[in-house]
């Protein structure tokens, strides 16, 4: 049973203990009544001191109650939330480089370090690799609706740049629109990007800002629109790391391991570059210009600076052919051939090649088996002699002084030759 004022005149008990209750019930009901006032205080306190700051936000957005924001990053950082804001502790509160488009104004920062949790939109952005953020907006309202966006943020208005389809937002339609985001190329290695006494800024923040407003005509976007909603966002500009692909994907929760990989990633990648590729460098047809004097050397081929880059490739790369068929009448053919540019013409006769080569022969004076202006003269022909030919129909000029020393080179130096050129 309850104990109240009305009962306890029916409990047998003494009478001074029947005061002593009376007096400690009436005190516990007004400790209890004082206690309910206070808290019912403190609330309204508590109202009242908040509506300022949320006051014009809140009833901007009273306004546009149909209206939703998504935010949904396509490349998001595989690192935990703790490690990637490591970065902003190497910076201590240095806030915005002002080289990179100043700082957000004091309420707007002070926001994002309030709202900052894992939820909110986290964008991974590479040097010279688009990235975006898919804004997904949507009507549940009866009435065509005006929208706009508005980026700010610490990092250079160039980096981004916001794609819509259209302003007007039909009645219970859903619109995307995309902020594309790209940043140069040598965002690291550019000394500009990191200023005096000054840590390089790899940790950036925006909100993006969503006006709206009825439709009062079917296209009329101007400065009637109003505030509706503000959604922040994290920019974490990383370079790309080859060598987390061979580690154990917990690594990848760590931001400092891909970034410390990266710099044994420059030392040793062109390194490893050319090894995979080596077989180009020892190809004279594919290596660089530096590499084919040692290529030259190899082979025991002698450069020669009158004849341009291309075909001085080529003769390396032939060297070997030359130098088997050395001293034979295919072998001078084939090098003559590699220095002129003339065709080799192996499906014609030798008398309608371009490179002709014959030797002249006879019997020499012979008594009782010859006789004299019909098949014999006197003295006869020279031994081991013959007569290199060229027919220059193409128009190209001949190095006549670089033929003569390519034959004296690779004849057999017992031989003597002429050489001719016809027209």
């Given amino acids: 049973m309850s104990l109240t004022f009305s009962n306890l005149e029916q409990l047998s008990i003494k009478r001074n203990t029947r005061k ?4 400690l019930l009436r005190n516990t009901f007004k400790n209890f009544l004082s206690l309910g006032l206070s808290a019912k205080r403190c609330k309204i306190d508590r109202t009242r001191a908040s509506a300022p700051y949320h006051e014009n936000f809140m009833a901007q957005k009273s306004k546009l109650q149909a209206l939703s924001i998504r ?16 970065a902003d502790l190497l910076m201590g509160k240095q806030g915005a480089n002002p080289k990179l488009g100043g700082k957000l104004d004091a309420k707007l920062d002070a926001k994002l370090d309030a709202e900052r949790s894992p939820n909110h939109c986290k964008l991974l952005i590479h040097p010279s690799e688009p990235s975006e953020i898919v804004v997904k907006i949507q009507n549940s309202s009866n009435r065509s609706l005006l929208t706009d966006l508005r980026v700010e943020g610490n990092f250079p208005s160039e980096w981004c740049q916001i794609g819509m389809e259209g302003n007007e937002l039909p009645p219970y339609a859903e619109m995307e629109a995309v902020l594309y985001f790209q940043i140069p ?27 709206g407003g009825y439709a009062n005509s079917p296209s009329s976007l101007d ?15 990383r370079p790309t790391s080859l060598y987390l692909d061979f580690l154990p994907d917990i690594y990848r929760e760590v931001d400092f391991v891909g970034r410390m990989l990266k710099i044994f990633e420059e030392c040793f990648e062109p390194d490893v570059q050319i ?10 047809m594919l290596a660089s210009e530096p590499m084919l004097p040692f290529l030259a050397h190899w082979v025991g ?12 490739r080529y003769l390396i790369k032939q060297a070997m052919q030359i130098y088997r068929w050395r001293g034979t009448k295919r072998g001078l053919r084939f090098y003559i051939h590699l220095f002129t540019g003339l065709p080799l013409d192996e499906h014609l006769p030798e008398s309608e090649k371009h490179i002709n080569i014959f030797e002249v022969t006879g019997r020499g004076f012979v008594l009782g088996e010859v006789s004299l202006g019909q098949n014999a003269s006197t003295g006869g022909g020279r031994p081991f002699h013959f ?11 001949i190095d006549l002084s670089l033929i003569d020393r390519i034959i004296e080179q690779e004849k057999p130096a017992f031989c ?8």
């Fill in 416 to 423: 003597t030759y002429d050489l001719e050129v016809i027209g």
């Fill in 301 to 312: 081929w002698e450069l020669t600076p009158a004849l341009d880059m291309q075909r001085q």
């Fill in 275 to 284: 090894s995979d590729a080596l077989w180009a460098y020892l190809d004279p």
């Fill in 185 to 211: 190329k040598d965002f690291f290695e550019s000394q500009e990007a990191i200023g005096r006494d000054q840590s390089l800024t790899i940790n950036y923040h925006g909100l993006l800002q969503v006006y």
């Fill in 20 to 23: 002593f209750l009376k007096v």
């Fill in 223 to 237: 400065s009637s629109l109003e505030l509706f909603d503000i959604e922040p966002f994290h920019l974490y500009v």
């Fill in 387 to 397: 007569i290199v030919r060229i027919r220059n129909d193409l128009r190209d000029s």
């Fill in 71 to 86: 935010l949904i990053s396509m490349k998001s950082p595989e690192a935990s939330e703790d490690t990637l804001s490591s």
